[in-house]
C-alpha cells in the first residue's frame, strides 16, 4: 500500500500466544517498549509499521511503530530472522504497560531473547 508522496506504509498482524514468545519478543530497553516479529520480509531501519497485536488472549491492539532492529538471515546464536519494532509516542506507553503486566514474573529472567 502507498500513501501520497511514495511513503510506504507496513500492515503487520501479529499473535503472540504464549508468555514465553512475549518475553523472547518483547524489547524492554526502548524507550517506548518494543516487539520483534518474526519475518522474511524485508525492511528498512526508520520504515514506519502499523501492528494489528494480539497478545497471549488479550482482543486485538492496533499500534503504530518504527523498524529500529533488523535480524538478517542467519543470525548468530540462531536468532530469527526480524525486525524490531519500537513503539510510537501516540501509543502513550499503553502497549509497554499492558506487556509488562503480562511479563511481571518473567521480566527478570536471565533467558535469551531474540535480539539479545
Known amino acids: ?3 501520497p508522496g511514495g511513503m510506504k ?3 503487520i498482524t501479529l ?3 504464549s508468555e514465553q514468545e512475549l518475553y ?7 524507550k517506548h517498549g518494543g516487539l ?5 520480509k524485508k525492511y528498512q531501519l ?6 494489528l497485536l494480539t497478545l497471549l488472549q488479550e482482543d486485538k491492539t492496533p499500534v503504530a511503530g518504527k ?4 535480524n538478517p538471515k542467519g543470525t548468530a546464536g540462531n536468532r530469527p530472522q526480524g525486525i524490531a519494532v519500537h513503539f510510537g509516542e501516540l501509543d502513550n506507553g499503553k502497549t509497554r504497560n ?6 511481571a514474573q518473567l521480566l527478570r529472567s536471565e533467558k535469551p531473547t531474540y535480539t539479545m
Open 1 to 3: 500500500m502507498k500513501r
Open 9 to 11: 506504509r507496513n500492515m
Open 15 to 17: 499473535h503472540i500466544a
Open 24 to 30: 523472547a519478543s518483547y524489547l524492554p530497553f526502548l
Open 36 to 40: 520483534f516479529i518474526k519475518t522474511d
Open 46 to 51: 526508520g520504515d514506519e509499521v502499523f501492528l
Open 67 to 70: 523498524v529500529v532492529w533488523i
Open 98 to 103: 499492558k506487556i509488562e503486566q503480562l511479563l
